[in-house]
């Protein structure tokens, strides 16, 4: 049962434009979200989080959105450029608790064209 | 370095030998959790540890895998006598004591068994 969901397994986007990243979630305990971005034969960077008592949090060229009545999260980056490409996960994070278990969705490999 | 550190970042075995992997936190984190990512999926959550307690061993498998973050030194996951469907990408992550702080990751150690 997959809790967290990330149904697009790859994204490509021309240099400059917007990427959109999305993901679905079912847990309704889950109020604490994160976006990962992961090259290969690394470990997953962090890059921006979200609690549930926001819709919006924006870092630099990252926003994340953030609709609890959906259950669905996405990663804004604006204007995407070619070092961006790379895998992104999200990840959820469950209510109360200091350090607890992330819930991973499988990711979305993003290609930005130069 | 002031990251996560995990070694070795490659470790071939031969089925029913032992694996050991060590993780050491940042500097300042006393949370550790262990996750591990097959082939084309998300990463799965394992276990969660404070220094000399397991706070959360849910995701571990109940037989071959133990996980310790001793008082010194870092924290090991340990898996017996290894199979192949053991191989896998292993990561460590830490976080700072307190709520919603995120989980920064190592590099990950790369398990392959024969």
């Known amino acids: 049962d997959q809790q967290v969901k990330q149904n697009s397994p790859s994204l490509s986007v021309q240099e400059g434009r917007i990427s959109i990243l999305n993901c679905d979630y079912t847990?309704?305990?889950?109020?604490?979200f994160l976006w990962y971005k992961k090259y290969p034969a690394e470990g997953p960077t962090f890059l921006i989080s979200?609690?549930?008592?926001?819709d919006k949090n924006e870092d630099g060229r990252f926003t994340v959105f953030l609709n609890k009545s959906a259950k669905h999260l996405s990663l804004h980056i604006v204007p995407s450029q070619p070092g961006d490409s790379a895998v992104y996960f999200c990840?959820?994070?469950?209510?109360?608790?200091?350090?607890?278990?992330?819930?991973f969705g499988g990711g979305t490999r993003l290609m930005v064209k130069p | 370095n002031a990251g996560v550190m995990q070694n070795p970042r490659h470790l071939v075995r031969r089925r029913g030998q032992e694996a050991r992997l060590r993780c050491s936190p940042m500097?300042?984190?006393?949370?550790v959790y262990w996750y591990r990512q097959l082939p084309e999926e998300g990463l799965k959550f394992m276990v969660y540890?404070?220094?000399?307690?397991?706070?959360?061993e849910s995701g571990m498998p109940k037989e071959r895998f133990s996980a310790e973050f001793p008082k010194e030194g870092p924290s090991i996951l340990r898996i017996q006598q290894v199979v192949r469907g053991d191989s896998a990408a292993y990561f460590c992550?830490?976080?700072?004591?307190?709520?919603?702080?995120?989980?920064?990751f190592g590099d990950g150690t790369r398990l392959s068994i024969l």
């Open positions: 992550a830490s976080s700072p004591v307190g709520v919603r702080q995120p989980q920064h």
């Open positions: 847990n309704s305990m889950f109020d604490y």
């Open positions: 979200i609690s549930s008592i926001k």
């Open positions: 990840a959820a994070g469950p209510r109360n608790n200091a350090g607890n278990m992330l819930t």
């Open positions: 500097k300042g984190h006393s949370h």
């Open positions: 540890l404070q220094k000399e307690n397991i706070i959360d």
